[in-house]
């Protein structure tokens, strides 16, 4: 399984797996808002290989958050060595993660492929709040105009969380055994939304390329299906192995410096 095929189920960690919300035009109430605390202090940037469940490496590449101006730039970016690449920044406020704008990069070598996705969190044209959502792809990747665009809204209850935030999101909640939270996951590159269950069971020891840590065992659960996720008992609970039964996440250590990345530009009401 190459880069192309997993990567979007290894960084958009309910993508594919757990089961969807009907997307309709029926009223929402407010989601659970579930941030506790903030743990990192940004500039942060930690770095992964991926492997599959035989032990073959897939990519590798870094989970990084940058704060500026009240916000944070959740950055996942991730490649192989064959041209392949996922690269996603997020806004979010500095507080409450409550997601802002966002643009994600997808090449696909094999097929020689690009998909450039854009969003937009904010209150859309009925007045309800929701996620615009642009999608771009290009035939051949090296294109500079796309084959075909779509735009697409999406309601959401309020404080509902964007996807891409999710393995930095699982990081702000009450570490304890047993202890349960439920939150709202919006999914744009499926224009879906997800109700998800984090569980949090017990401490333990993990093992990870950069050495053997304590951790906190958590399981993410979603309409019958499991991710496992392994985050420090240190008070930052930085990620350490994440298991999506797709790929598995190995922390290698601290990156040297968070990566360079452009400001999402968002979407214009026109894409509504």
Not at 93 to 112: F, K, N, Q, Y
Not at 158 to 182: G, M, P
């Amino acid at each position: 399984m190459t880069l192309r095929r997993l990567a979007l189920a290894a960084t958009l960690t309910l993508t594919v797996a757990m089961g969807v919300l009907a997307c309709g035009d029926e009223d929402l109430e407010p989601a659970n808002e579930i941030v506790i605390d903030v743990p990192w202090t940004a500039p942060e940037s930690y770095e992964y290989i991926l492997m599959d469940d035989d032990g073959q490496e897939q990519g590798s590449g870094s989970l990084s958050v940058i704060e500026q101006a009240g916000r944070f730039a959740i950055i996942q970016d991730f490649d192989d060595e064959d041209g392949n690449s996922d690269r996603s920044v997020l806004l979010v406020d500095a507080e409450t993660l409550e997601p802002l704008a966002g643009a994600r990069e997808i090449v696909d070598a094999e097929d020689d492929r690009r998909v450039l996705l854009d969003t937009q969190y904010s209150e859309l044209s009925d007045g309800s709040y929701g996620v615009r959502i642009r999608e771009r792809n290009f035939d051949p990747a090296t294109e500079e105009d796309p084959e075909s665009e779509r735009c697409n809204p999406l309601k959401l209850p309020e404080n509902a969380y964007d996807n891409d935030s999710s393995l930095f999101l699982w990081r702000t909640i009450q570490f304890e055994e047993d202890h349960d939270v439920i939150y709202t996951a919006s999914i744009p590159n499926r224009r879906l939304r997800r109700d998800v269950t984090l569980s949090v069971i017990r401490q333990e020891r993990v093992e990870t390329p950069a050495g053997s840590f304590d951790a906190w065992y958590m399981a993410i659960l979603a309409e019958g299906q499991s991710h496992e996720a392994w985050f420090a008992t240190t008070d930052d609970h930085k990620l350490l192995k994440y298991d999506n039964d797709n790929v598995i996440f190995l922390y290698t250590g601290d990156a040297q410096s968070p990566p360079q990345f452009e400001e999402p530009r968002g979407v214009s009401e026109e894409c509504d």
